[in-house]
């Protein structure tokens, strides 16, 4: 064998999954197709501290971008509230340079790293590669979003982000626009990196991310756009086999990014670890539940969560533009400080069930998802 593992993509779950399994002392390769690590730059890059401090990182000042004090959020009627975040510690990462920080990680722990080398097809123990044939014992399938479109293209998302200069940019705080006629099914956003400095973007089900982008930053106002990223994300949450053969899927090729956010740092993150000390654990059994135990504990951190996202999601798509104006007008400052308090960014659906419940919506909720309604509030 070249390798014990090769693992094919070179985001965080795939460098994470690298470095536990050169941890625990096997060879692995991580090859990555484009011509650096961290680039492109899809992800919005919003994380709580405890949520990469769970994932062995300890961000350099480089990589420590930004920390968010609060969120605003929009309705399409204009109506607004906003969550005081500074009890969630939420920060904002230069994905880059945090890739490139857990790359050094996975390479001190003895992983080989190459870039502009991509997958272009598996035959059980051998794996070509754009440089070549290489044979492992392991293929870790990392490659994101790509690797689910011929899956199911119901569950993508067409957005854009651009990386933007503008005054009107608010520097410690995240806005998001709701509206289900512009950005069906998902919302506009705006992340600030720094001061006067944003990723600002825009998702929803069958539009044209790009000139639905342009329209919303034209009404912000004047800015200057200086990177331009376009790609689809994936919002139908986990995969049903993160396991076949001799294959492990990883990330957001796993479908672990968040179905409310499309966020994914740390539920993928997690799930690159997982899978690496589950990898570890199998080259040295032989025992293929011990292989399966990597989805087990996935599940295990994630699933209940998940599915209260999903739950959301289903109620998201289902509300025109009236009922959530509606939610919005019931929306009470003691329930805005209980969610500031008492919310995680990691697990946010206790917070969601908290603003679907509020005097005034639940019967506009109960009449939308009937009995499902009642799993969201367990």
Same mark, same amino acid.
């Given at each position: 064998?070249?390798?014990?593992?090769?693992v094919?993509?070179g #985001?965080v779950?795939?460098?994470?999954?690298?470095?536990?399994?050169?941890?625990?002392? /096997?060879?692995v390769?991580?090859?990555?197709?484009d011509?650096?690590?961290? @680039?492109p730059? /899809?992800?919005g890059?919003v %994380?709580?501290?405890?949520?990469?401090?769970?994932?062995g990182v300890v961000?350099t000042?480089?990589?420590?971008?930004?920390?968010?004090?609060?969120a605003?959020?929009?309705?399409?009627a204009?109506k607004?509230? @906003?969550?005081?975040a500074?009890?969630q510690?939420?920060v904002?990462?230069d994905?880059r340079?945090?890739?490139k920080?857990?790359? /050094?990680q996975?390479?001190?722990?003895g992983a080989e790293?190459?870039v502009r080398?991509?997958l272009k097809?598996?035959?059980?123990e051998?794996?070509?590669? #754009?440089?070549?044939?290489?044979?492992?014992?392991?293929i870790?399938?990392?490659?994101?979003?790509?690797?689910?479109?011929?899956k199911d293209?119901g569950?993508?998302l067409?957005?854009?982000q651009?990386?933007?200069y503008?005054?009107?940019?608010?520097?410690?705080r995240i806005?998001v626009?709701?509206?289900?006629?512009k950005?069906p099914?998902?919302?506009a956003?705006i992340i600030?990196?720094?001061?006067? %400095?944003?990723?600002v973007g825009?998702?929803?089900?069958?539009i044209?991310?790009?000139?639905t982008?342009e329209n919303f930053?034209s009404? =912000?106002?004047k /800015?200057?756009?200086?990177?331009?990223?376009?790609?689809?994300?994936w919002?139908?949450?986990p995969i049903e086999n993160f %396991?076949t053969?001799?294959?492990?899927t990883i990330g957001d090729?796993?479908?672990q990014? =968040?179905p409310?956010?499309?966020?994914?740092i740390?539920s993928?993150?997690?799930?690159?670890?997982?899978a690496g000390?589950?990898i570890?654990?199998?080259l040295e059994s032989g025992?293929?539940?011990d292989?399966?135990?990597y989805?087990n504990a996935w #599940?295990?951190?994630?699933?209940?969560?998940f599915?209260n996202?999903?739950?959301?999601?289903?109620?998201?798509?289902r509300f025109?533009? =009236?009922?959530?104006?509606?939610l919005?007008?019931s929306?009470t400052p003691q329930?805005?400080?209980?969610?500031s308090?008492e919310?995680t960014?990691?697990?946010? @659906?206790?917070?969601?069930?908290k603003?679907?419940?509020?005097?005034g919506s639940v019967k506009t %909720?109960?009449?939308?998802l009937?009995?499902?309604?009642?799993?969201?509030?367990t």
């Amino acid at each position: 064998m070249d390798y014990e593992v090769i693992v094919a993509g070179g #985001s965080v779950s795939g460098l994470l999954c690298a470095r536990e399994i050169a941890r625990l002392g /096997h060879s692995v390769l991580v090859i990555e197709e484009d011509y650096e690590i961290g @680039t492109p730059e /899809h992800c919005g890059g919003v %994380v709580s501290v405890s949520g990469i401090e769970e994932l062995g990182v300890v961000p350099t000042r480089g990589t420590l971008e930004n920390k968010i004090r609060s969120a605003s959020i929009i309705s399409p009627a204009g109506k607004s509230f @906003t969550l005081d975040a500074r009890a969630q510690k939420v920060v904002v990462l230069d994905r880059r340079d945090f890739d490139k920080q857990i790359a /050094h990680q996975a390479k001190n722990n003895g992983a080989e790293i190459r870039v502009r080398t991509s997958l272009k097809e598996i035959n059980g123990e051998e794996v070509k590669t #754009s440089e070549g044939v290489l044979k492992c014992n392991i293929i870790v399938d990392a490659r994101g979003v790509s690797s689910l479109i011929h899956k199911d293209r119901g569950g993508m998302l067409q957005s854009a982000q651009y990386e933007v200069y503008a005054d009107w940019i608010k520097k410690d705080r995240i806005e998001v626009y709701f509206d289900q006629e512009k950005y069906p099914g998902f919302f506009a956003w705006i992340i600030p990196t720094q001061t006067d %400095v944003a990723k600002v973007g825009v998702a929803g089900k069958g539009i044209n991310a790009a000139v639905t982008l342009e329209n919303f930053l034209s009404q =912000k106002g004047k /800015h200057s756009v200086v990177r331009k990223i376009f790609a689809p994300i994936w919002i139908k949450g986990p995969i049903e086999n993160f %396991v076949t053969k001799n294959i492990v899927t990883i990330g957001d090729a796993a479908g672990q990014s =968040k179905p409310t956010t499309a966020g994914g740092i740390y539920s993928c993150g997690l799930g690159g670890i997982f899978a690496g000390r589950a990898i570890s654990k199998y080259l040295e059994s032989g025992n293929q539940p011990d292989l399966l135990k990597y989805q087990n504990a996935w #599940s295990e951190k994630f699933d209940h969560e998940f599915q209260n996202m999903l739950l959301a999601r289903k109620l998201l798509e289902r509300f025109d533009n =009236k009922a959530i104006d509606k939610l919005f007008e019931s929306v009470t400052p003691q329930i805005l400080e209980e969610i500031s308090k008492e919310g995680t960014f990691d697990f946010h @659906t206790v917070s969601l069930a908290k603003l679907l419940g509020v005097k005034g919506s639940v019967k506009t %909720v109960q009449a939308i998802l009937g009995s499902e309604f009642r799993r969201l509030l367990t």
